[in-house]
């Protein structure tokens, strides 16, 4: 799935000032990472934010706002936002938020592992 570059260059943008920043491919659209925590993302035309459960149910009273759900299961503390609700300033908002809880969190100073082997994907008997 493609995801829509000039979003992704304006949360570039407010997250540029920060070095603790890494983008990885991720839910068929761009994630950014803060401190190795997801943080925002774009999926298609729209955000997605880690906001944790508290924020997520605050974040959910905001128009354009909504479960993130693309499984047919909603990610608990996990919220889409609509295009429509991601002008210059409400985004800066969103993506503020989103930088804060990735920041309550420990740093994650694990490595990304690849695929398992196939010894270990294999049924245990």
Do not use: Y
């Not at 906001?51 to 009273?61: H, I, N, R, S, Y």
């Not at 420990?106 to 010894?119: E, F, Q």
């Amino acid at each position: 799935m493609a995801f829509d570059e000039k979003l992704a260059a304006r949360v570039r943008e407010l997250l540029a000032d920060r070095s603790d920043v890494t983008e990885r491919r991720m839910f068929g659209g761009l994630t950014f990472m803060v401190r190795g925590h997801m943080c925002c993302g774009v999926q298609a035309d729209e955000l997605i934010l880690r906001l944790g459960p508290a924020g997520a149910d605050e974040a959910l009273a905001s128009p354009h706002a909504r479960p993130m759900d693309f499984t047919g299961r909603p990610l608990a503390g996990f919220v889409t936002v609509g295009r429509d609700g991601l002008s210059a300033r409400a985004l800066a908002r969103w993506v503020e938020r989103a930088v804060a809880w990735a920041e309550s969190l420990p740093p994650n100073t694990s490595k990304r592992r690849g695929p398992p082997s196939a010894a270990a994907a294999a049924p245990r008997r």
